[in-house]
């Protein structure tokens, strides 16, 4: 198996609900994301993905959330827009991006800073 990873990131603001500290109010982050997939096997040119093609689908999906404000994006109305969220809800848009080809997500991660991120995966390690 092999395990293909790129890093994009995007700005947004947020503010968490029911949050007992500074976080409760609005802000913003310059949020780092990390993308990972696993293929099962490699095409005649001994790729599994090619990288742009993986970094074309992952900048769609960051395209919806790039200079917005999550709290009132469909996803995250009813939740709050943590980083945990964030990556659960790329997650989920990578894998229906990737149906049909022989990839699936094997984990995002969501870095609020560079000393501080979520990740979220499927597969049990």
């Known amino acids: 198996m092999f395990e ?12 968490l609900n029911n949050y007992n500290g500074a976080c409760e109010n609005l802000h913003g982050h310059n949020f780092i994301v990390e993308v990972s997939v696993v ?3 490699l095409d005649k040119a001994y790729i599994a993905i090619d990288f742009k093609e993986l970094k074309a689908i992952t900048k769609g999906i960051l395209s ?25 809800y790329i997650f989920d848009e ?3 991006a990737l149906t ?4 699936k997500p094997s984990r995002v ?17």
């Open 39 to 41: 293929c099962d096997k």
């Open 109 to 125: 991660s969501v870095y609020e800073s560079l000393k501080a991120k979520a990740t979220y995966s499927e597969i049990n390690r």
């Open 4 to 15: 293909i990873t790129i890093t994009d990131d995007f700005a947004a603001a947020h503010r």
């Open 64 to 88: 919806k959330l790039d200079h917005r404000y999550l709290n009132e994006l469909e996803p995250f109305k009813s939740t709050n827009p943590t980083s945990e969220m964030i990556a659960k």
């Open 94 to 96: 990578l894998k229906k």
């Open 100 to 103: 049909g080809k022989d990839c």
